[in-house]
T-cell receptor, first 115, second 111 residues
Framework: GAGVSQSPSNKVTEKGKDVELRCDPI?????LYWYRQSLGQGLEFLIY????????KSGLPSDRFSAERTGGSVSTLTIQRTQQEDSAVYLC?????????????FGDGTRLSIL | GIQVEQSPPDLILQEGANSTLRCNFS?????LQWFHQNPWGQLINLFY???GTKQNGRLSATTVATERYSLLYISSSQTTDSGVYFC?????????????FGQGTELSVKP
C-alpha cells in the first residue's frame, strides 16, 4: 500500500487476555519499528526490525511483550496477559533502510484499552 | 541516554500569527525529524533535518547540530496547524535508527 497500515485501529480487551497487533509497512521498506504512546510516558521506542531479525529489542517493557516479522514485511506485536498499564496507542513505522537520509513513516496506530 | 527537550510545552496562537518551536538535545545526533500529530492522532512527517535549513510552504526548520538544537518555524498559522509537534532524534547509527522523542509542543490556533 501507499502508507504504513496498522490493524486493528482500536482494541478493547479484558485484563489478562492476550492481544496481537499487526503492522504492514510500506512496500520495500526493510526497517520496521514499533513505538508506544501513553499519557504518562510520551512516545517510546519498543523494538526495531531489519528484515526479519530484531537487532534491538531494548524498549520492550517486559517479557509479556514479543514481536516477530515474517517475509521481511508484516510484523505482529503480541502482548500476553495484558495489564491496565499496557493501555496506549501502539505505533508502527518503517523506513527504506536504517542508513542516513532515511526518515521514518508512521502508521495511524492501534489504540489499545485494557479494562 | 540522550535527553530531548522541547519548548514551549503549550502555545496558543491567533490565526495568522507566526511562531517558533524549539528542540534541544543533550548529545550529538545522526538524524532529526519533526512531526505533527493532528487531533486524530496521526503522526505526520514534516522534516527530516539532521543539519541545515529546509522549507516546505509555511513551515521551515533549521538544525544547528554543533550547538545541539533545532527550530521549527510556522508562519501565517492556520487552525489546521493545531495539534502536537514532536521533535525526535536518532543518536547512534549503530543502534539501527530508533527515534528518541521529545515531550512535544501542543499548539492551538484560534480563528
Amino acid at each position: 500500500g501507499a502508507g504504513v497500515s496498522q490493524s486493528p485501529s482500536n482494541k478493547v480487551t479484558e485484563k489478562g487476555k492476550d492481544v496481537e497487533l499487526r503492522c504492514d509497512p510500506i512496500s520495500g521498506h526493510t526497517a520496521l519499528y514499533w513505538y508506544r504512546q501513553s499519557l504518562g510516558q510520551g512516545l517510546e521506542f519498543l523494538i526495531y526490525f531489519q528484515g526479519n531479525s530484531a537487532p534491538d529489542k531494548s524498549g520492550l517493557p517486559s517479557d509479556r511483550f514479543s514481536a516477530e516479522r515474517t517475509g521481511g514485511s508484516v510484523s505482529t506485536l503480541t502482548i500476553q496477559r495484558t495489564q491496565q498499564e499496557d493501555s496506549a496507542v501502539y505505533l508502527c513505522a518503517s523506513s527504506p533502510d536504517r542508513g542516513r537520509d532515511q526518515p521514518q513513516h508512521f502508521g495511524d496506530g492501534t489504540r489499545l484499552s485494557i479494562l | 541516554g540522550i535527553q530531548v527537550e522541547q519548548s514551549p510545552p503549550d502555545l496558543i496562537l491567533q490565526e495568522g500569527a507566526n511562531s517558533t518551536l524549539r528542540c534541544n538535545f543533550s548529545d550529538s545526533v545522526n538524524n532529526l525529524q519533526w512531526f505533527h500529530q493532528n487531533p486524530w492522532g496521526q503522526l505526520i512527517n514534516l522534516f527530516y533535518i539532521p543539519s541545515g535549513t529546509k522549507q516546505n510552504g509555511r513551515l521551515s526548520a533549521t538544525t544547528v547540530a554543533t550547538e545541539r538544537y533545532s527550530l521549527l518555524y510556522i508562519s501565517s498559522s492556520q487552525t489546521t496547524d493545531s495539534g502536537v509537534y514532536f521533535c525526535a532524534v536518532e543518536q547512534d547509527y549503530n543502534q539501527g535508527g530508533k527515534l528518541i522523542f521529545g515531550q512535544g509542543t501542543e499548539l492551538s490556533v484560534k480563528p
